[in-house]
């Protein structure tokens, strides 16, 4: 499983939306790494940002 697709898993399985850093610390995978699954991720329009740093599934 790539970084974009434990990046997706983990916040579909989140209850709530996540920082990047939730994100990181949840996967074990470097911020920077998962900043770059989420830019990516936001141009794919598979998740969105209900509020300011925070994640979500669409």
């Known amino acids: 499983m790539d970084i974009v697709e434990l990046v997706l898993k983990t916040l579909d399985e989140s209850e709530e939306p996540l920082k990047g850093g939730?994100?990181?610390e949840k996967t074990g995978i470097d911020k920077k790494e998962v900043d770059?699954?989420?830019k990516k991720l936001k141009k794919e329009e598979k998740i969105f940002s209900p509020k300011r740093c925070f994640y979500?599934?669409?």
């Open 22 to 24: 939730e994100i990181a």
């Open 36 to 38: 770059k699954a989420i």
């Open 56 to 58: 979500s599934v669409k």
